[in-house]
């Protein structure tokens, strides 16, 4: 089951570029992250609201809500630069750019999760950096 939510976050990523790239037209890319951070603020709450979740808000604990801030912070400036790069460059070239963040993911869960690195993750990992290097510069 988690491949059909995987395959919908990848199809939605690709329309958020192509929708971003519309909607920046013009517009400064700070601005234009912050308005599509307050719909996704929206969105995640009213998510959480309307399937009962904000009863769980207690059992977060320090751990917890420093690790999702972190990430929280690196999704805000991989937000900020990511609507930077498609304001100056073609989406075709910044989307493969951006999608490196699966090899790099790849290689920090070995560094600090500890996860096993397969020779499939290897190659894949391989395959996704030359990918990227001949839609960029091909």
């Known amino acids: 089951m988690w491949w059909i939510y995987a395959l919908l976050s ?8 192509v ?4 909607g920046i037209k013009g517009v400064d890319s700070n601005l234009a992250t912050a308005v599509r951070t307050v719909v996704i603020l ?14 769980q808000v207690h059992t977060l604990t ?8 972190l990430s929280g912070l690196a999704t805000g400036l991989s937000w900020i630069f990511y ?7 073609k989406v075709s070239q910044v989307a493969p750019v951006d999608k490196l963040s ?3 993911a790849i290689l ?13 993750a290897g190659i894949g990992a391989g395959l996704i950096i030359v990918g990227t290097l001949v839609l960029i510069w091909g």
């Open 42 to 55: 929206v969105l995640a709450w009213g998510i959480v609201y309307f399937r009962g979740g904000l009863e």
């Open 10 to 17: 990848a199809l939605f990523a690709a329309l958020t570029a």
């Open 83 to 89: 609507f930077r790069a498609l304001q100056l460059g």
């Open 62 to 69: 320090r751990t917890n809500l420093l690790f999702l801030g």
């Open 102 to 104: 699966v090899a790099l």
């Open 108 to 120: 920090l869960s070995v560094v600090f999760l500890g996860e096993q690195l397969t020779w499939q």
């Open 19 to 22: 929708m971003a790239k519309i």
